[in-house]
């Protein structure tokens, strides 16, 4: 069945690679972005080609009016959504605690935490049977960092991941009886730019050797995953936290 869906951050890795896996399915997808505009444009146009609908829609996570402007678009564009993916997020510089300030950690809360929240409220308004939604599958991407902690790298990160986490659990009993699945989604290391914009470039790989598999994930593999839960396959799926991280 197609599907309309808005999916956070889709102009680059995890988040387009899950934009284009539901265009090869034929839905309909938001794709929401930071700055990126181009990398956006390029996602449109790849999912359409697979055989979708795409919007590209600017939109900063962190700030309520824009995730609503967000959800507004998505729906103006391909009507009410069926599913929704709060995949935007960010690390900062490799750091300890001792060395971080306050404006550092303002952003990650802002964009990893509260970014999730805003986004998991306007999904869970827009898709909740009693308020004229149809149901639907809310997946919240975390990281395998929020049981790690990522000491003397960014607990900062790990930790605004761990919150995620908590919010899948409390707002997937929430929303049970309203129709909305809500699970999160754990990646492990994945070969995306988000290393880079850490300052360690290399990190995927550098530390992907060191893991069962002995290489990172793809982003098409992240993907997969996120496509299930979104799925009717995944019917009796809520309250979850799935790990997909190549066995580390
Ligand atoms: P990425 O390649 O760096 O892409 C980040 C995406 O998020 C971009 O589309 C970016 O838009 C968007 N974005 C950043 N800040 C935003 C904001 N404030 N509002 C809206 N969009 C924003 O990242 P990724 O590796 O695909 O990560 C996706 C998710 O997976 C993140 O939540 C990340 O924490 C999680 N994750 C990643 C890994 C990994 O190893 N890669 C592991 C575990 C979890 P622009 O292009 O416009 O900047």
Redesign the pocket.
């Known amino acids: 069945m197609s599907k309309t869906i808005l999916v ?9 690679a899950v934009a284009l896996l539901a265009g090869a399915r034929g839905w309909s997808v938001g794709v ?6 181009e ?2 444009e390029k996602t449109v146009a790849d999912v359409v080609a697979a055989g979708g609908k795409a919007v590209a829609i600017a ?4 700030r309520e009016a ?1 995730v609503i402007a967000m959800f507004d678009a998505v729906t103006a564009a391909f009507g009410p959504l069926d599913g929704v993916v709060a ?5 900062g510089d490799k750091q300890a605690l001792v060395d971080m300030d306050a404006s550092r950690l303002e952003r990650m809360f802002a ?2 935490t509260l ?1 999730a929240f805003l986004t998991a409220r306007e999904a869970a308004r827009r898709m909740a049977r009693s308020r004229g939604g149809k149901g639907g599958s809310l997946v919240l ?5 929020a049981r790690i902690g990522s000491p003397f790298e960014y607990v900062d ?1 790990a930790a605004s ?1 761990a919150a995620v986490d908590t919010l899948a659990l409390g707002l997937s009993k929430e929303l049970g009886p309203e129709g909305v699945r809500v699970n999160s989604l ?10 880079a ?1 850490g300052g360690q470039p290399d990190r ?1 790989h550098r530390l992907g050797v060191t893991t069962p598999f002995g290489r ?2 793809k ?1 098409e593999e ?1 993907a997969e995953a996120i496509l299930w839960l979104l799925s009717d396959a995944a019917s009796y799926t809520s309250g979850a936290i799935i790990d997909i991280s190549g066995g580390r």
């Open positions: 956070t951050g889709a102009s680059r890795g995890i988040g387009r929401n972005y930071a700055g990126n505009r990398a956006a939109g900063d996570v962190s824009n995949n935007a997020g960010i690390v964009v990893n970014g991407v975390s990281s395998i960092a990160y991941k754990r990646p492990g290391l994945t070969d995306t730019d988000i290393h914009s995927a990172p994930g982003p992240i």
